[in-house]
């Protein structure tokens, strides 16, 4: 368990919720949107770490129920950007399937997302139009995020691949 890495994944969900809230007029962030679940990430190890935990805490019924999901074929879709993709291997029936113990990047999107070192702010299309950017407070702040999360796995920077990961836990 890692209490430290919780915590900061909860204040990204708070984040991210407050901001919803805020413009629930405007952002499309729902289940069964999961353009943002179209893509092959990779996390550090102390994040896959935690979804092996989340997993082995898991009843054998439902682990099996999830390991039946994960060995159906990837489907291919758009991101929000139009672009074609291979979907994330724990995406199933449009809806993330370790939604509880997601990774810190998946808690993030759909807000507007700041890049400080590179002056950057990525925002959803789906959710804001470059005309409508919401304010300063609203922005999180990638860098700073990173920086807390590479704090929580220390010295080495190894990575693992999601589906790599999902083909783990079918064994
Ligand atoms: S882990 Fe879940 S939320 Fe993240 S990309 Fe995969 S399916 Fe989507």
Redesign the pocket.
């Known amino acids: 368990m890692n209490a430290p890495l919780k915590t900061l994944q909860a204040n990204a969900s708070g984040f991210f919720d407050k901001v919803q809230n805020k413009h629930v007029d405007k952002m499309v962030c729902k289940a069964g949107c999961?353009k943002?679940?179209y893509?092959d990430?990779s996390v550090f190890t102390v994040e896959a770490n935690l979804i092996r935990d989340w997993f082995q805490s898991l009843t054998s019924d439902r682990q099996n129920e999830l390991r039946t999901l994960w060995r159906t074929e990837l489907k291919d879709g758009e991101n929000a950007n139009g672009k074609k993709e291979k979907?994330?291997?724990?995406?199933k029936d449009e809806m993330?399937?370790?939604?509880e113990a997601?990774?810190l990047?998946?808690r993030t999107q759909g807000a507007p997302l700041f890049f400080q070192e590179l002056n950057s702010l990525d925002v959803c299309p789906l959710n804001f139009s470059q005309s409508e950017i919401p304010p300063r407070e609203d922005w999180l702040n990638v860098d700073r995020l990173n920086t807390l999360l590479a704090m929580l796995q220390g010295e080495s920077q190894e990575r693992v691949r999601?589906f790599d990961l999902m083909t783990d836990l079918l064994s």
Not at 87 to 91: G, Q
Not at 96 to 99: A, D, F, L
């Open positions: 999961s943002c679940c893509v990430l979907s994330c291997a724990f995406l993330c399937t370790i939604y997601r990774p990047i998946c999601l």
